[in-house]
């Protein structure tokens, strides 16, 4: 289990101190994040939270999913690896030569 969670289905309006508040009840938070849109800087309804030990990111698990917060009911599960998705291309497509 890591310490690094996953926590879905926030409000919009709920920001990052909010998040360390919310889950420092289940022990230290090293770090909170809400996702915000690069362009509009406007939340993206959820974020990450770092916990200090396995054993606290456990309880934030146990005590914080499916609960309700601000009105939606929050998903806190550990967070998966990012995944690589790549960079560039910009390719130009295959399709023929007219000549």
Same mark, same amino acid.
């Given at each position: 289990? $890591?310490?690094?969670?996953?926590?879905?289905?926030?409000?919009?309006?709920?920001?990052?101190?909010?998040?360390?508040?919310?889950?420092?009840?289940?022990?230290?938070?090293?770090?909170?994040?809400?996702? *915000?849109?690069?362009?509009?800087?406007?939340?993206?309804?959820?974020?990450?939270?770092?916990?200090?030990?396995?054993?606290? *990111?456990?309880?934030?698990?146990?005590?914080?999913?499916?609960?309700?917060?601000?009105?939606?009911?929050?998903?806190?599960?550990?967070?998966?690896?990012?995944?690589?998705?790549?960079?560039?291309?910009?390719?130009?497509? $295959?399709?023929?030569?007219?000549?």
């Amino acid at each position: 289990m $890591g310490n690094k969670l996953y926590c879905g289905n926030l409000s919009y309006n709920v920001s990052s101190s909010d998040l360390e508040q919310l889950f420092s009840q289940f022990g230290t938070v090293e770090s909170a994040q809400v996702i *915000a849109d690069r362009d509009s800087g406007r939340s993206k309804g959820f974020g990450f939270v770092e916990m200090s030990n396995d054993s606290d *990111a456990q309880a934030a698990i146990t005590g914080l999913h499916e609960t309700e917060h601000d009105g939606r009911s929050l998903t806190v599960s550990e967070a998966k690896p990012r995944e690589n998705r790549g960079g560039g291309g910009g390719g130009y497509g $295959g399709g023929g030569s007219r000549y």
